[in-house]
């Protein structure tokens, strides 16, 4: 009930292409889906999230679907960029106290 | 920008000795955390504080760790008596309304 699968593992995509990472969490209590990029050495940063009354969000190259009734959401990156390259991590909050449940990442390298 | 800063960058430790991980999160922010993820793993939550208290915390956090906000900017994770499987990066994020959670850059604890 407290897990969010994510997928795929690995990506590879030339530059200028799309990147699809898709998540899926089980808890139906959950109520904000941020997702996370994460070059090496550093903290994971905030991309973009949404709510669940939203079906689509888009910021610049950056847009989140999300899927209520399948209990799904992904993360869609247009023209690709070789600075894109990092692994992505996204995540659900359950309510009240805010601590996120991450899923395990996906590496993304783009190709120049 | 202001951000979450966190020292030591590297602790390296040896296996039963205590370690106090500091963090400054940002200065209007409210809410506090502690994650921590373990080499090429997913990042896990640990502790959550609010209004100088524990809000929630997970099965990882035990007994050998603690929290503290010993001042107004200053945010610790101690671990009493660091095991091997303690090795692993520290970080420290906070947030003002539950939503955005900043992360700070990490602690890379070595136990030895």
């Known amino acids: 009930q407290q897990q969010v699968k994510q997928s795929p593992q690995s990506l590879i995509v030339q530059k200028g292409g799309i990147s699809i990472i898709n998540c899926a969490y089980e808890?139906?209590?959950?109520?904000?889906f941020p997702w996370y990029q994460q070059f090496p050495g550093k903290g994971p940063a905030l991309l973009i999230a949404i709510r669940p009354d939203v079906s689509e969000k888009k910021e610049g190259r950056f847009t989140i679907s999300f899927n209520k009734s399948a209990k799904q959401f992904s993360l869609h990156i247009m023209d690709s960029q070789p600075g894109d390259s990092a692994t992505y991590f996204c995540?659900?909050?359950?309510?009240?106290?805010?601590?996120?449940?991450f899923g395990k990442g996906t590496k993304l390298s783009v190709k120049p | 920008e202001p951000e979450v800063t966190q020292t030591p960058s590297h602790q390296v430790t040896q296996m039963g000795q205590e370690v106090i991980l500091r963090c400054v999160p940002i200065s209007n922010h409210l809410y506090f955390y502690w994650y921590r993820q373990i080499l090429g793993q997913k990042v896990e939550f640990l502790v959550s504080f609010y209004n100088n208290e524990i809000s929630e915390k997970s099965e990882i956090f035990d007994d050998q760790f603690s929290v503290e906000r010993p001042d107004g900017s200053n945010f610790t994770l101690k671990i009493r008596s660091t095991k091997l499987e303690d090795s692993a990066m520290y970080f420290c994020?906070?947030?003002?309304?539950?939503?955005?959670?900043?992360f700070g850059p990490g602690t890379r604890l070595t136990v030895t």
């Open positions: 995540a659900s909050r359950r309510g009240s106290q805010g601590n996120l449940i």
């Open positions: 808890n139906t209590a959950f109520d904000y």
């Open positions: 994020a906070s947030t003002y309304s539950r939503d955005e959670q900043y």
